[in-house]
């Protein structure tokens, strides 16, 4: 089970973290993603990070802004999100996998989601 978290109200040009806490232990074992879905657009990948978090991947609208890590003692992965864009404004979801993937159809397990908004 995964819950999603850390999303608001936030200044274009600020930050912001997004938490994705999962339970059972063989988390450690999954890929993560994180995928946003704006309002009358797809989902859209926005980043991943491998099971042992040595390799990461993103999005090229947020590489370089965003920034996808894990800490697998606790069981969480975060998306720090600097510099975010009004075109941010989404929905974040994050999922677990057998790798990290770009296609959200490789995904087993999703959490809630988590509303960012992203004010000019």
């Known amino acids: 089970q995964l819950q999603a978290s850390g999303g608001g109200l936030v200044q274009a040009g600020g930050s912001l973290r997004l938490s994705c806490a999962a339970s059972g232990r063989t988390f450690v074992r999954y890929g993560v993603g994180w995928f946003r879905q704006a309002p009358g657009k797809e989902r859209e990948f926005v980043a991943g990070i491998i099971s042992g978090g040595g390799s990461t991947a993103y999005a090229d609208s947020v590489k370089g802004r965003f920034t996808i890590s894990r800490d697998n003692v606790k069981n969480t992965v975060y998306l720090q999100m600097n510099s975010p864009k009004p075109e941010d404004t989404a929905v974040y979801y994050c999922?677990?996998?057998?790798?990290?993937?770009?296609?959200?159809?490789?995904?087993?397990?999703w959490g809630q989601g988590t509303l960012v908004t992203v004010s000019s």
């Open positions: 999922a677990a996998g057998p790798r990290a993937s770009s296609l959200y159809s490789e995904y087993t397990y």
